[in-house]
């Protein structure tokens, strides 16, 4: 099928039917211009499926853009499997908005040059030269690369990398394919960290950030370059929850908080509740650690001179308020006071009993009820309260 512009003259239109013989035409005309479509009908020689577009505004670029989409819609309901985009006649706006319309649908584009020119600069009659143009989205990837993006600010990490081995599976020169293999490497690198893989998302990391970061310099990108330089001051952050090895860290706290932030901006507030519910007990377990070097879980390694039944109680621990329970008794030990797991156990009752219950009532715990987003915002705000941030949001493109 053939989509063409129609200006005052049928020469270019009808130049282009007779090369590229297409099964159908769509025009897209003004008023003045419906004429010349009838014209090239006739002068054509050739029973052919046709359909006229008619825009009011042929100096309007918005009108132009929505008669070439609609000229896309019918070429797909005429089960067009080639469609071709004739952009010679009409005003600029018409071929403008043509082009704007069907750059990365697989159009391939037409236009009608010419050997020969009169005074006025128009192709002479007879002297017509047929170019048929490559979309540059396609050959520059731009609506991969545009996917690609709007995955990654989603937090969408697989459908990211789907993107990115479509690009790589086009032709590219070394510097790109070099580029987009190193970005396909970190961002499977932030899916394992989004699963809390820490260590395999540092040892993507270590293997493809400093040559991605590097081509992007070399071409002088800012969005590539403040991106992955965002990343790799990320890293350090990564590294000292992966060097902990499991110990309640301030970085694993911070990273939990913000994996919940991640899950609460895709609407996905079960998940996000159900994270915090954690991070309350992971909050009074750091606080521990933090002050004491005492891993709340790990009671054979505690210092001397603590109770025995103490170590016997973190050896059966199986919920929240028995956490909370033992990490106030633990501080009432060492003589501590008015700390934060010591806050968070005088809480419990009053503020977060009350914010629990509507996890317990979700499907992913003991219930039926979804998690609304005021739910998880009361929870996360009480948590603010305390002074407990998340880890800094995940650079974006």
Same mark, same amino acid.
């Given at each position: 099928?053939?989509? +063409?512009?129609?200006? %005052?003259?049928?020469?270019?239109?009808? +130049?282009?039917?007779?090369?590229?013989?297409?099964?159908?035409?769509?025009?897209?005309?003004?008023?003045?211009?419906?004429?010349?479509?009838?014209?090239?009908?006739?002068?054509?020689?050739?029973?052919? @499926?046709?359909?006229?577009?008619?825009? $009011?505004?042929?100096?309007?670029?918005?009108?132009?853009?929505?008669?070439?989409?609609?000229?896309?819609?019918?070429?797909?309901?005429?089960?067009?499997?080639?469609?071709?985009?004739?952009?010679?006649?009409?005003?600029?706006?018409?071929?403008?908005?043509?082009?704007?319309?069907?750059?990365?649908?697989?159009?391939?584009?037409?236009?009608?040059?010419?050997?020969? #020119?009169?005074?006025?600069?128009?192709?002479?009659?007879?002297?017509? @030269?047929?170019?048929?143009?490559?979309?540059?989205?396609?050959?520059?990837?731009?609506?991969?690369?545009?996917?690609?993006?709007?995955?990654?600010?989603?937090?969408?990490?697989?459908?990211?990398?789907?993107?990115?081995? *479509?690009?790589?599976? *086009?032709?590219?020169?070394?510097?790109?394919?070099?580029?987009? *293999?190193?970005?396909?490497?970190?961002?499977? &690198?932030?899916?394992?960290?989004?699963?809390?893989?820490? +260590?395999?998302?540092?040892?993507?990391?270590?293997?493809?950030?400093?040559?991605?970061?590097?081509?992007?310099?070399?071409?002088?990108?800012?969005?590539?370059?403040?991106?992955?330089?965002?990343?790799?001051?990320?890293?350090?952050?990564?590294? #000292?929850?992966?060097?902990?090895?499991?110990?309640?860290?301030?970085?694993?706290? %911070?990273?939990?908080?913000?994996?919940?932030?991640?899950?609460?901006?895709?609407? *996905?507030?079960?998940?996000?509740? +159900?994270?915090?519910? #954690?991070?309350?007990?992971?909050?009074?377990?750091?606080?521990?650690?933090? #002050?004491?070097?005492?891993?709340?879980? @790990?009671?054979?390694?505690?210092?001397?001179?603590?109770? $025995?039944?103490?170590?016997?109680?973190?050896?059966?621990?199986?919920?929240? @308020?028995?956490?909370?329970?033992?990490?106030?008794?633990?501080?009432?030990?060492?003589?501590?006071?008015?700390?934060?797991?010591?806050?968070?156990?005088?809480?419990?009752?009053?503020?977060?009993?009350?914010?629990?219950?509507?996890?317990?009532?979700?499907?992913?715990?003991? &219930?039926?009820?979804?998690?609304?987003?005021?739910?998880?915002?009361?929870?996360?705000?009480?948590?603010?309260?305390?002074?407990?941030?998340?880890?800094?949001?995940?650079?974006?493109?």
């Amino acid at each position: 099928m053939l989509i +063409a512009t129609v200006g %005052q003259t049928p020469d270019p239109v009808l +130049a282009s039917l007779m090369e590229h013989a297409p099964d159908g035409v769509i025009f897209i005309a003004s008023q003045d211009s419906h004429p010349t479509a009838a014209l090239i009908l006739s002068e054509f020689k050739r029973e052919l @499926k046709h359909h006229t577009i008619l825009i $009011e505004e042929p100096e309007s670029l918005t009108e132009s853009y929505q008669a070439a989409r609609k000229a896309l819609k019918k070429a797909k309901e005429w089960e067009a499997r080639v469609i071709l985009a004739e952009i010679t006649g009409g005003t600029k706006p018409m071929i403008a908005g043509l082009a704007l319309a069907l750059t990365g649908q697989g159009v391939t584009f037409s236009y009608v040059g010419g050997t020969r #020119r009169d005074e006025a600069g128009r192709v002479v009659s007879g002297h017509e @030269k047929i170019r048929l143009l490559e979309d540059p989205t396609t050959r520059y990837y731009t609506q991969e690369w545009s996917a690609f993006r709007q995955a990654w600010n989603a937090g969408r990490m697989l459908e990211a990398q789907a993107w990115l081995e *479509r690009i790589l599976s *086009r032709p590219l020169t070394p510097s790109e394919e070099r580029f987009h *293999r190193h970005l396909l490497g970190i961002t499977r &690198g932030m899916d394992a960290w989004d699963r809390f893989q820490h +260590a395999e998302a540092l040892e993507r990391f270590r293997a493809h950030l400093e040559p991605a970061l590097a081509v992007a310099e070399a071409w002088h990108h800012g969005a590539k370059v403040r991106v992955l330089t965002a990343l790799e001051a990320a890293q350090g952050f990564l590294e #000292r929850i992966v060097q902990a090895k499991g110990k309640p860290v301030p970085e694993l706290l %911070q990273d939990l908080l913000a994996n919940a932030e991640r899950r609460a901006q895709a609407g *996905r507030y079960d998940d996000a509740l +159900a994270r915090l519910y #954690r991070a309350v007990e992971l909050a009074a377990e750091v606080d521990l650690y933090e #002050r004491h070097q005492l891993w709340l879980r @790990k009671p054979d390694a505690w210092p001397q001179g603590v109770p $025995e039944y103490l170590k016997e109680r973190a050896r059966g621990m199986l919920g929240l @308020k028995e956490v909370l329970d033992l990490a106030f008794d633990l501080d009432l030990h060492f003589g501590a006071s008015g700390t934060l797991a010591q806050v968070l156990r005088g809480d419990y009752e009053r503020k977060l009993r009350p914010l629990l219950q509507r996890r317990h009532e979700s499907i992913l715990a003991h &219930g039926t009820r979804p998690v609304t987003r005021e739910d998880y915002e009361k929870m996360r705000d009480y948590l603010h309260s305390l002074g407990l941030e998340p880890a800094p949001e995940w650079p974006r493109w």
